[in-house]
């Protein structure tokens, strides 16, 4: 039976990756993944593979960029983009939990001027009209929001470094990443299994602050170290560097952007004509990732919740914080599972 996984993360994957991982968990020239040395020339290979397809991808190869894959997940960066980069203040945009959680951790670095939040509208809308300190050490933005269902349609131009979680939307969008100094995305959205987080800094912004810097939160040295400053997360590195091939192999960026455009057309536009559904996220802001939505009547909820799990559907429950129903539509998820997705939502209305 086929399932439809619209699961916020950890999150649908290729087939196609599926099955040469689990091809390599039982031989991988001739040992498993799971058990190669992370110093053997195998995976060595593996992980310069892997970074040099990320580069590739955000179109960031030779221009003074590093790629690394670390431990800790992209919660981890709240705590290390701050221990390396904020000497004095830092500038942040609150449009979520996630990046409200980055805020508490920068806290204890310097001073944090929140430039503004959504935050008094359970974060429906992504803010428009503010400043940001030409004086601050960097500005940081949550490029979409996988709770909330918002994303950022266009990058803030600003005169200082810019840092972004681009943990649930990266590799899905065309845009020039060289507006960016650091990005920061945890795996398990749109690359890998959880457990790896892809870490891509313009090296010379790095030693600048003046604090002792503890050497397992540095990013200089795991530059130095090529991402084997310890055991770096063998087996979800693979993975992601299986998922980097294939998006190479189907058009890269390019192509999977006109999908994940095509997949968010439709659900959206299922949600603004059927009478039963309503939208959370304001509709200029609205994610292509993450679609969420609510049934106007909940009356409808006991049979809605039956129909779409008997149609094979995974994951589709709201984040607690807002309710109701989140569609996450990340670039392994094909076109065909937002369709039956749709199909359910209109065979409720014939039965409501």
Not at 180 to 196: E, R, S, T, V
Request: charged residues 20%; glycine residues 6%.
């Amino acid at each position: 039976m086929k399932i439809h996984n619209f699961s916020a993360g950890p999150c649908i994957l290729p087939q196609d990756v599926f099955q040469q991982a689990s091809k390599a968990v039982l031989d991988f020239n001739g040992l498993s993944i799971l058990e190669i040395s992370h110093r053997s020339k195998d995976f060595v290979a593996v992980m310069d593979r892997a970074q040099a397809l990320a580069l590739e991808h955000l179109g960031l190869t030779d221009k003074g960029y590093k790629a690394l894959f670390l431990g800790g997940g992209a919660s981890m960066q709240f705590l290390m983009t701050a221990y390396n980069l904020l000497e004095k203040k830092a500038a942040y945009l609150n449009t979520g939990t996630w990046s409200d959680k980055a805020i508490k951790e920068a806290i204890a670095f310097g001073e944090i001027i929140e430039v503004a939040s959504s935050k008094d509208a359970n974060y429906n809308y992504i803010p428009k009209d503010y400043e940001v300190p030409i004086d601050a050490d960097y500005f940081h933005i949550t490029s979409n929001n996988t709770i909330f269902g918002t994303q950022l349609k266009s990058i803030p131009q600003v005169g200082i470094p810019l840092v972004c979680d681009m943990s649930s939307d990266i590799f899905s969008r065309q845009m020039d990443f060289t507006q960016f100094d650091l990005i920061y995305a945890g795996a398990q959205k749109n690359m890998g299994p959880a457990g790896a987080t892809l870490v891509v800094v313009k090296e010379d912004l790095l030693g600048k602050v003046t604090r002792h810097i503890p050497s397992m939160l540095n990013y200089q040295t795991h530059i130095s170290k090529d991402s084997m400053f310890n055991t770096p997360p063998v087996f979800p590195i693979y993975v992601s560097m299986l998922t980097l091939e294939w998006l190479k192999n189907n058009g890269g960026i390019e192509a999977i952007e006109k999908v994940n455009n095509d997949k968010a057309a439709l659900i959206y536009g299922e949600i603004d004509r059927n009478e039963l559904f309503q939208g959370f996220a304001a509709v200029e802001d609205r994610s292509n990732m993450n679609a969420t939505f609510s049934l106007r009547d909940e009356t409808h909820k006991e049979l809605f919740d039956t129909m779409w799990k008997d149609a094979s559907i995974s994951g589709l429950n709201g984040h607690r914080s807002v309710g109701g129903y989140r569609a996450s539509m990340y670039n392994a998820l094909p076109l065909e599972s937002v369709q039956i997705l749709v199909n359910v939502m209109q065979e409720l209305e014939k039965k409501a």
